[in-house]
Structures are given as structure tokens and as C-alpha cells.
């Protein structure tokens, strides 16, 4: 049955434009009401309905694709359907509730990754049943350049992310919200690292200066306590899940795979399903980009997309990895193929991280034989 079918005589269509509505006051007071209500609610008025009773028709509206440009405290927020005005919220809940409550069902929101701040946003949105991109911002830098635009503020922004969505959304890869503890391990790792780093940097900068020596060393022993307690957290977490647990201790067979590697693989592939071992090496940037135009061959770079830190944990793997019996033949007949140390070693990592990719998806034992198998 249609819906006109169903409509009482209290509940009357609107469709605008309509060349033959009637032209009362009632009626046209009614209708104000309803566009203003649906703009209210970021409503595409394709088709609004009057309702006069008790009962309350569904809107058939749209799907909106919106563009968030995120900050600490205010997000801007923009609909390349100009089914509202530009506007800016809160980066709080009950601010960000109230807009995505408004939104018609199924409606798709993009934003760049800004750390923790669009943490807040992308969970809501995904809770309530939107489909999230959590957008790099070099894309979406380049893209701005690609279309033309000059500028640069919020609104330029969040215009232009609304509009990327809204082209390119069958490109982009629907943002997964991690769990507590996949978030937590993420965080963990990275603070680990970047304490790593101070350690080294403050070794460096106090080398060789008389008087230092054991305030290097105290300060050195403070560091490695509380990278020693983040280690025992992630391995608490990691425990914590049977499965997780088994995975890491699996991964932690490759030779030149410790646990905090294992512990940010199993991490990363138990939240993000990817098809094959190439799909896993181009997330973690450690694909080839090749630069070829008519008969110029470039040189191929690295595309360095993706998590940072969990291509720095490969290199570091490989790195450990070419020290042992098994991996040296292997980086020695690269080598001898007159390839750089730091080629190599990229290479390694690689076949590290389709050979974990392998293990992981389908439960398979690493088998040192497989990696010199067929070297000429």
C-alpha cells in the first residue's frame, strides 16, 4: 500500500515545489513550521508530511553526508547537501548527541584524525548507526589541492571534507571503533616508544659532559621503571583475552619478533580485517611507491601510510631479525644483489609482516625454511 494510502484526512503530503497547494494561512503557517523543524533536525526536505493528529508519519528523508573539522573544544560541522547552515558544536556529548540525533539514518560523516580529539565524535556517531571515515589528514590535504581550493579555515574545512565523503565515500575505509583495550594497548605502546626516545635523546645530550655521569644514570634506571610497568600493563591486557593471548605468544615464534612487535601486530590485525598479506603490508606503509611517467622510471619510495609506530616496530624486527641464522642468508642474498643495508632491511620487515599477516589469519607455524626457498 502507498504511503498517500495511509495518510488520515489529518495528514496531508507536502512536496515542494507544489504548484496546486492550497494557500491558507493555516496551511502555509503549518508548512513554515515544518521546514524550520526539519532544517532543526539536518533534514533534507525532499518530502515533509503535515500532521495535525496524534499519530506522527516517518519523514522519508535522505542520506546526508557531513564534514567535521575537529578541534579540542568546537567541531564545525557542514552537509554537502546544504541541508543546514554551517555551524559549530561543542566537543562535548550531550552537544555532539543533540546534532548527530538529528541526522537521518544511514547518513555518512568524515573527519581527520586529530589524535584524541575526534575520539569523542567518531564513537557517538558510530554508536548511533553512521558511517564513520576517520580520514588521514594528508589526504584530505591533498584532495583540498586537487579540487582547487585556496584557502584554509574550519568552514573551508569541514566544506570540503562533507564534499570528499560524498564523492569518494565507495574509496575510503568505513572507520572501526577499537575496544577499551585495543585502544589502551595502542596508547601504551606509543607512550612506550616515545619515552624510549627521551631516554636516547637525554643519553646523547649529556655524553661526554664531566659531573653527569650519575644523574645519566639515575635518570636512565627512571626510565626503564616506567617502561618496565608499561610493559607489564600490556601484557595484563594481553592476558587478559585468551585468544589475544595465544596470538601474541604465536607471532612471538618469528625470529626477531619480541612481544611488545607481537603485541602491536595482534593489535592491529584483530581490529582491522584485511583480505590479504598485501593489503596488511600497504596499511602499514611499508609498500613501494613507484614514480613512472612515459619512459621515466622513478625511484621507488616508501608510502608510509598508515600507523607509524607499528612500521618502526617491523624495521626494529628486521633489524633484530637479520642477526640470527635464519634471516641472515636471506638479508646477505639481497645484499649481494647490490641493494642497500637499509633496502634490506626494509625488505625484511616486509616478509615480516605478510609471514605474521599469514600466521594470524590462518593459524599456520612459522617455518624458517620458507624464507630462503627458491633464492637464486
Excluded at 90 to 99: D, G, I, K, M
Excluded at 118 to 142: M, Q, T
Excluded at 144 to 152: M, N, P, S, T
Amino acid at each position: 500500500m502507498s504511503a498517500s494510502a495511509l495518510l488520515t484526512e489529518r495528514q496531508t503530503p507536502i512536496e515542494f515545489p507544489h504548484p496546486h497547494h492550497p494557500a491558507s494561512m493555516r496551511n502555509l503557517a503549518a508548512m513554515t513550521a515544518d521546514l524550520t523543524a526539519s532544517s532543526r533536525r539536518c533534514v533534507h526536505p525532499s518530502i515533509v508530511y503535515l500532521n495535525h493528529g496524534r499519530d506522527i508519519m516517518q519523514i522519508q528523508t535522505q542520506v546526508l553526508n557531513i564534514g567535521a573539522d575537529v578541534a579540542k573544544d568546537e567541531i564545525v560541522v557542514a552537509c554537502s547537501e546544504r541541508s543546514f547552515p554551517v555551524r559549530k558544536l561543542a566537543n562535548q556529548r550531550t552537544a555532539l548527541l543533540a546534532f548527530l540525533k538529528g541526522l537521518p539514518t544511514g547518513s555518512r560523516i568524515g573527519m581527520e584524525s586529530t589524535g584524541i580529539y575526534n575520539e569523542l565524535f567518531a564513537s557517538l556517531a558510530h554508536k548511533l548507526g553512521f558511517i564513520v571515515f576517520v580520514l588521514n589528514p594528508k589526504d584530505a590535504r591533498h584532495y583540498a589541492k586537487g579540487v582547487g581550493l585556496r584557502g584554509k579555515t574550519d568552514r573551508v574545512d569541514a566544506e570540503m571534507l562533507a564534499r570528499m565523503i560524498a564523492h569518494e565515500h565507495a574509496n575510503l575505509h568505513i572507520w572501526i571503533p577499537p575496544t577499551p583495550e585495543q585502544r589502551e594497548i595502542d596508547r601504551l605502546i606509543k607512550r612506550r616508544a616515545k619515552l624510549s626516545s627521551l631516554r636516547q635523546a637525554l643519553g646523547m645530550s649529556l655524553k661526554g659532559l664531566d659531573g653527569f655521569k650519575t644523574d645519566l644514570k639515575t635518570l636512565r634506571m627512571r626510565f626503564d621503571q616506567v617502561i618496565a610497568h608499561i610493559d607489564q600493563r600490556v601484557k595484563a591486557l594481553i592476558d587478559a583475552n585468551p585468544d589475544r593471548k595465544e596470538h601474541v605468544m604465536h607471532l612471538s615464534t618469528i625470529y626477531g619478533v619480541g612481544p611488545v612487535v607481537s603485541a602491536a601486530l595482534v593489535n592491529t590485525l584483530e581490529r582491522v580485517p584485511l583480505k590479504n598479506a598485501d593489503a596488511f603490508v600497504a596499511f602499514t606503509g611499508l609498500d613501494p611507491r613507484p614514480d613512472d611517467s612515459g619512459q621515466h622510471r622513478g625511484k621507488r619510495r616508501l608510502s608510509k601510510r598508515g600507523p607509524s609506530e607499528l612500521r618502526r616496530l617491523l624495521y626494529l624486527a628486521a633489524l633484530s631479525a637479520i642477526k640470527t641464522k635464519t634471516w641472515r642468508p636471506l638479508y646477505e642474498h639481497y645484499r649481494d644483489k647490490g641493494l642497500s643495508s637499509t633496502a634490506v632491511i626494509v625488505i625484511l620487515a616486509r616478509r615480516i609482516a605478510r609471514t605474521a599477516w599469514s600466521m594470524y589469519t590462518y593459524k599456520t607455524e612459522f617455518d624458517p625454511g620458507r624464507l630462503t626457498k627458491g633464492l637464486t
